[in-house]
């Protein structure tokens, strides 16, 4: 998996979850635990992360930029 995106509110995670499903966004997991939660350890393993993910819009235009899946990147809104 590519990316991880991390979301606390249920309504957005489940609309992630569909937006991968169709490959809208960046293939990944998503996350619903609170940030203060999350141990940097478990990062490691991805090339992107998206922190308050919101329904996908930094993997959205990272994409339509031309930014490829595989290139690391880190965002949080």
């Given at each position: 998996m590519t990316a991880y995106y991390n979301e606390i509110d249920p309504f957005?995670?489940?609309?992630l979850r569909e937006l991968i499903k169709a490959g809208h966004?960046?293939?990944?997991?998503?996350d619903e635990r609170s940030i203060e939660d999350v141990?940097?350890?478990?990062?490691?393993?991805?090339?992107q992360c998206h922190f308050f993910a919101?329904?996908?819009?930094?993997?959205?235009?990272?994409?339509?930029a031309g930014w490829p899946d595989d290139r690391?990147?880190?965002t949080g809104s």
């Open positions: 957005a995670a489940a609309w966004i960046a293939p990944g997991i998503v141990p940097p350890w478990e990062l490691f393993q991805y090339t919101g329904i996908g819009g930094w993997s959205l235009a990272l994409r339509q690391p990147v880190w």
